[in-house]
């Protein structure tokens, strides 16, 4: 009976002894368990704060070439705007210089001839002859009391002629509709129009008061219509160079 009491104990004992053996490695892999999870998620959280670095550090590298493209932009548009400011100011120069240059060629008389004949005792003036097209020339004549008017043409229409059946004539319309009218008054001449016209006082008076229109030249053969006037004030000008 003593025998059998201590076989139970011992049995009882290795019960026990294999319960907490076991329950040991339980805990030791519990905690080899727990020891992997964390491993995990430190790696987890390690490749999760690298992503988030390439993440803000790409964003960063966006902000700041962003940056650098607007500087860029605000510095080319300054550039350009002071390019463009010298520019303006260049051409308000030069436009300023054209038209102080333009005025001063307005008021200006220039003359081929300006004098006084000592033996006929009268003042003889000729002008330069003036561009009011491209193809056409006009100058004013003055001998004592006698003014006259020069039209040359660098195109052919037949003869600039006298003759009253085939009389030459130059029409000038005003842009107030006003219109004169000169005649033929020297020797027949042929080849490019040359015309010579007397110049009335009525005439120049009409003359002065409006811009060129058109004017219209009549040889022996042809016509010619001019409408694209470059100098359109040149009466209004030039006319005073006579008086």
Known sequence: EAEQKA?????????????EQAKRLALIRQQRLDSITKVEAEQKVR???????????AEQAKR??????????????????????????NQDSISKIETVERLKFRNTCHYQ??????????VIIRTEPYDINKSLT???YMQGQSR????????????ASYLPSKRSSVRVTLE?????TFYHSWDIDCGDFSFKGRLSSSQMTTLQKS????????GTKFSRDITNIVYKEFFMDKIKCLE
């Open 113 to 122: 001839i300006n004098e006084y004949d000592d033996f006929y005792q009268e």
């Open 47 to 57: 490749i999760e704060l690298r992503k988030r670095d390439s993440i803000a550090k």
């Open 138 to 140: 006009v100058e004013l």
């Open 148 to 159: 006259n008017i020069f039209f040359n043409l660098s195109e052919d229409l037949g003869c």
């Open 7 to 19: 076989r139970i104990e011992l049995r009882r004992r290795d019960s026990i002894a294999k319960a």
């Open 211 to 218: 811009p060129i229109k058109s004017i219209k030249l009549k």
């Open 64 to 89: 700041l070439t962003l940056i650098r493209q607007q500087r860029l932009d605000s510095i080319a548009k300054a550039v350009a705007e002071r390019k463009a400011g010298i520019e303006h100011n």
């Open 176 to 180: 107030n509709d006003q219109t004169v």
